[in-house]
């Protein structure tokens, strides 16, 4: 059974930092890609990045550059850092595996 555990959120004023990370476990994932979503109060569930298992990443435009996803295959960890976060990066970040999501990890940024 596949299961996802996000953590490392928190609230962190605007230009700081935060580095998210999803546990995955039930099997391996080093031929699977792995994604970042977030979801803001009273607004859908949008993609954030994504890392692909032959090494390519993707990113929403509003984090590109501040954002960088990376990934343990031999933990089974995908990880998300977060640079420079502004009030609007506030939002439930939700980590994407194989269709299955985790139970999210609030990160709040003040102004």
């Known amino acids: 059974q596949v299961q996802l555990v996000e953590s490392g959120g928190g609230l962190v004023q605007a230009g700081g930092s935060l580095r998210l990370a999803c546990a995955a476990s039930?099997?391996?994932?080093?031929?699977?890609?792995m994604a970042w979503y977030r979801q803001a109060p009273g607004k859908p569930r949008e993609f954030v990045a994504i890392?692909?298992?032959?090494?390519?990443?993707l990113y929403l435009n509003a984090v590109k550059g501040r954002f960088t996803v990376s990934r343990d295959n031999n933990t089974n960890t995908l990880y998300l850092q977060m640079n420079n976060l502004k009030p609007e990066d506030t939002a439930r970040y939700y980590c994407?595996?194989?269709?299955?999501w985790g139970q999210g990890a609030q990160v709040t940024v003040s102004s």
């Open positions: 994407n595996v194989l269709g299955l």
């Open positions: 039930g099997r391996s994932f080093s031929d699977t890609n």
């Open positions: 890392s692909g298992y032959l090494g390519t990443t």
